[in-house]
């Protein structure tokens, strides 16, 4: 089996703050809710911001996002993604993104199960 074969996947998201209880919402309706988040900035097709301060014309093109991450092994995690989309979506530039990573393998540290039981 190769990595890209993996039972284990890590769905990865980069969605705008706001919308962080509705997709948590919708996680646990998938029956994904353990997670983990992250605050980050970075910029893509959402345009910058002009703002002003002491007079001084200033533009912002790293955003604020929040970084969603969440391992699954018993639900496809294409379900995971899908419920992401629904919830994070505003029609808006800026909306996000939504990543399915194969994970090698998975080790819970307090029982030492190794694999999808890990998960």
Not at 32 to 40: E, F, H, K, Q, R
Not at 62 to 88: G, M, N, R, W, Y
Request: aromatic share 4%; with cysteine.
């Amino acid at each position: 089996m190769s990595a890209n074969d993996s039972e284990i996947k890590m769905v990865m998201a980069y969605i705008r703050p706001d919308k962080l209880s509705a997709v948590k919402k919708g996680l646990a309706e998938a029956g994904a809710p353990s997670l983990t988040v992250t605050n980050v900035s970075g910029r893509g097709s959402q345009p910058a911001k002009k703002g002003q301060w002491r007079g001084e014309e200033y533009s912002v093109d790293l955003h604020q996002k929040v970084k969603v991450e969440c391992v699954v092994a018993d639900i496809p995690a294409e379900d995971v993604a899908e419920a992401i989309c629904e919830a994070a979506k505003t029609d808006e530039k800026g909306d996000g993104k939504v990543f399915v990573l194969p994970v090698d393998e998975a080790y819970q540290i307090r029982t030492g199960k190794v694999g999808p039981e890990a998960v």
